[in-house]
T-cell receptor, first 109, second 113 residues
Framework: AQRVTQPEKLLSVFKGAPVELKCNYS??????LFWYVQYSRQRLQLLLR??SRESIKGFTADLNKGETSFHLKKPFAQEEDSAMYYC???????????FGEGTQLTVNP | DAGVIQSPRHEVTEMGQEVTLRCKPI?????LFWYRQTMMRGLELLIY????????DSGMPEDRFSAKMPNASFSTLKIQPSEPRDSAVYFC???????????FGPGTRLTVL
């Protein structure tokens, strides 16, 4: 069975501080990992995926298979980063995504 | 393309009433997903379709919930009878066969009194 865990429901940091949103997963095969973001009054949307190895809006995430983690990081948080962040996992055999519980990030001025 | 369209955006109903939520996926997408979002449980997959066929409905809470996809451009999620604990935001999402990115609708905020 596949499972995604985001241990922090709420995370609050100050503007300019580094931020890390934790994500751990369990999956027996080779997963695809994603981060989705939901800004206030907007749709849930894809932020980044591990296979792309990209940096979006200053965020990066590295897949650590040894620790089964896919933490989302940004060195200097901005107020506009305040949003709900969901980590998600997909097995290679289908399009089903399993989402974590979500982390509400608040960046204070 | 306007993206995934959901209606209504807000629904307030009384316990025991039937509720029907509607979704129009992005044209050309073969997969359609229904999710429920609550503070306690986050985002839960209820059911998903591939080429209009239900593939996995293991997330549907109970028999009061049902979903249909009569054609490639329309799906419904029905709750009958509704209960206060069904209050949540219900999202519809779609994706193409070749892509793993899911595109979400704006959601329907359901309140059952």
């Amino acid at each position: 069975a596949q499972r995604v865990t985001q241990p922090e429901k709420l995370l609050s940091v100050f503007k300019g501080a580094p931020v890390e949103l934790k994500c751990n997963y369990s999956y027996s095969g080779s997963p695809e990992l994603f981060w989705y973001v939901q800004y206030s009054r907007q749709r849930l949307q894809l932020l980044l995926r591990h296979i792309s190895r990209e940096s979006i809006k200053g965020f990066t995430a590295d897949l650590n298979k040894g620790e089964t983690s896919f933490h989302l990081k940004k060195p200097f948080a901005q107020e506009e980063d305040s949003a709900m962040y969901y980590c998600a996992l997909s097995g290679p055999s289908g399009s089903r995504l399993t989402f974590g519980e979500g982390t509400q990030l608040t960046v204070n001025p | 393309d306007a993206g995934v369209i959901q209606s209504p955006r807000h629904e307030v109903t009384e316990m025991g009433q039937e509720v029907t939520l509607r979704c129009k996926p992005i044209s050309g997408h073969d997969y359609l997903f229904w999710y429920r979002q609550t503070m306690m449980r986050g985002l839960e997959l209820l059911i998903y379709f591939n080429n209009n066929v239900p593939i996995d409905d293991s997330g549907m809470p109970e028999d009061r919930f049902s979903a249909k996809m009569p054609n490639a451009s329309f799906s419904t999620l029905k709750i009958q009878p509704s209960e206060p604990r069904d209050s949540a935001v219900y999202f519809c999402a779609s994706s193409s066969t070749s892509g793993l990115e899911q595109f979400f609708g704006p959601g329907t905020r359901l309140t059952v009194l």
